[in-house]
């Protein structure tokens, strides 16, 4: 549906974790109006009713997904059977009847429990905010193929962590400074340079607000099973331990997380 500038620019100053929502709600809005454009009188009408009425939208968690799915080029595992299983996992919770028994006063958007998934360490779904955010992870490693000395992996790397050695035909991987992008495999054309092993990074405890603070990253890589696993553990665990509508992030400490990872 088409925008006008005003109403694009308008939208955009609404915060980023309910602009979906409201931008759907804004679309919908018109288009049952009959209208193919929307303006700015569209976005304020629908704005002031979505926030008036905040506590119907809220359904108890948020889950979002970053592009991968939409063809992005940089993405490094396909998450959209992780997606469907933790949607299903965050379902059967019962977070909404959760949090209206254990918080005072009407809900609202911060009160809700959100997981993010991210194809590749871009991160464009900010996993980092967010109570569990999990992204995909490649890990290269060298393989017994000859390398050509072409420099492509090097190129490839936009954390300077692939070098080849004096000799320019033995390709050298500083772990340290890798991020699991894929980026140096899949550029390199002979397989010198391989993927190793796929799966996912999990942080938790991440948010925004008065006191911010990043995701602890768990230690190791987790497949799917157990990714889904987590969630599982991560949601009783804020169950068990919330009283009063506190995010994930002021309930679980380094030691929890460690434990809530099952390693």
Not at 222 to 232: A, C, K, P, Y
Request: hydrophobic residues 35%.
């Amino acid at each position: 549906m088409n925008w006008t500038p005003e109403a694009e620019s308008a939208v955009g100053k609404v915060p980023f974790f309910v602009r979906k929502r409201v931008k759907a709600q804004v679309e919908k809005e018109a288009l049952s109006a009959g209208k193919r454009r929307v303006d700015i009188d569209d976005v304020r009408a629908a704005q002031a009713r979505y926030l008036n009425n905040m506590e119907r939208e809220i359904k108890g968690y948020r889950i979002d997904a970053c592009f991968g799915s939409g063809g992005c080029p940089n993405r490094t595992i396909e998450s959209d059977g992780l997606f469907r299983r933790i949607e299903e996992t965050l379902q059967n919770a019962d977070l909404l009847d959760f949090l209206k028994t254990h918080v005072s006063g009407p809900l609202k958007f911060h009160h809700e429990f959100t997981v993010t998934l991210a194809d590749c360490p871009n991160a464009c779904s900010q996993p980092q905010i967010r109570d569990i955010g999990i992204i995909g992870a490649a890990v290269p490693g060298v393989s017994d193929e000859e390398c050509t000395g072409c420099g492509a992996c090097v190129a490839a790397c936009k954390e300077t962590a692939v070098r080849l050695e004096d000799d320019g035909k033995t390709p050298r991987i500083d772990m340290g400074r890798c991020l699991y992008c894929g980026s140096c495999a899949a550029g390199c054309p002979t397989g010198a340079i391989m993927t190793k092993d796929k799966g996912y990074r999990v942080l938790l405890g991440g948010k925004l607000g008065r006191h911010p603070r990043l995701g602890m990253e768990l230690s190791g890589l987790f497949n799917e099973d157990e990714v889904v696993e987590i969630v599982g553990e991560c949601l009783r665990f804020y169950k068990e331990k919330g009283q009063n509508g506190e995010r994930f992030a002021a309930l679980v400490s380094e030691s929890d997380a460690w434990r809530l990872s099952g390693r």
